[in-house]
């Protein structure tokens, strides 16, 4: 059991660091640690700042981010292709018919399907979908997992491979940016038609939903999703 200190000298002596105890690795990686969790804060706060200038943004960056996943939902499972890209998912598990079907189960409020799929379009080198995975951590104030995926955004921009991208949402790194920053700026378009959630959420309910091991049920998607998607989507 250690003693108390007898005198201020020695409370200092056994607080004290000695040199050695510390290699040169140790240091750089405080240093970096220290660097990361500086370049986060200031992340956070360009984009908090940066959503302000918005004259229709809510207070909140969380706000923001949830209200445009939204809209970038809407006008995925709104597009032209929708409903063949659906098909093809089904049929052949199409990237893209992957990012229509997330977008629907979110807008269903089915979050953790739509993540998954997200995961599984974006893996195979979707944009949008990458940016729906960034939005939704923005979403649920995970910043690590959003500046993670806004350099993900960033690199499969910079492979421009032409992907499946319904909504065009021009998302890319700004131009100051540093390696350790990724804030993304994207620009949306005006807010479209809208959708009847209640029957989104009804179409899901009737979804398979076999298990994948530790996964869990994962939604799927079924043929008759597809032929009756003009319906399902008009509000």
Not at 84 to 104: N, Q, V
Request: charged share 20%; aromatic share 8%.
């Amino acid at each position: 059991m250690n003693r108390t200190p007898r005198s201020i000298d020695e409370a200092l002596r056994r607080a004290r660091v000695f040199e050695g105890e510390y290699t040169d690795a140790d240091l750089k990686q405080a240093q970096r640690t220290l660097a990361g969790h500086l370049h986060e804060l200031r992340w956070v706060q360009f984009l908090t700042s940066a959503s302000h200038e918005r004259p229709s943004a809510p207070a909140l960056l969380h706000e923001q981010a949830a209200q445009d996943l939204r809209l970038l939902c809407r006008g995925t499972v709104q597009h032209h292709q929708a409903a063949a890209r659906i098909s093809a998912f089904d049929t052949d598990r199409d990237p893209g018919g992957a990012l229509t079907f997330a977008s629907l189960l979110y807008l269903a409020d089915q979050h953790e399907g739509a993540q998954f799929w997200w995961h599984y379009a974006a893996g195979a080198g979707n944009v949008t979908a990458a940016l729906c995975i960034y939005l939704l951590h923005l979403r649920h104030g995970d910043m690590r997992d959003a500046v993670h995926w806004a350099r993900q955004l960033h690199r499969l921009n910079s492979l421009n491979w032409n992907t499946y991208t319904p909504v065009d949402h021009h998302a890319g790194l700004p131009a100051c940016r540093t390696t350790a920053t990724a804030s993304v700026h994207y620009e949306l378009p005006a807010s479209g038609p809208g959708v009847c959630e209640e029957a989104l959420r009804s179409a899901v309910d009737d979804l398979r939903s076999p298990c994948f091991g530790p996964l869990g049920p994962v939604p799927q998607p079924i043929p008759a999703l597809a032929a009756h998607w003009a319906d399902l989507v008009a509000c």
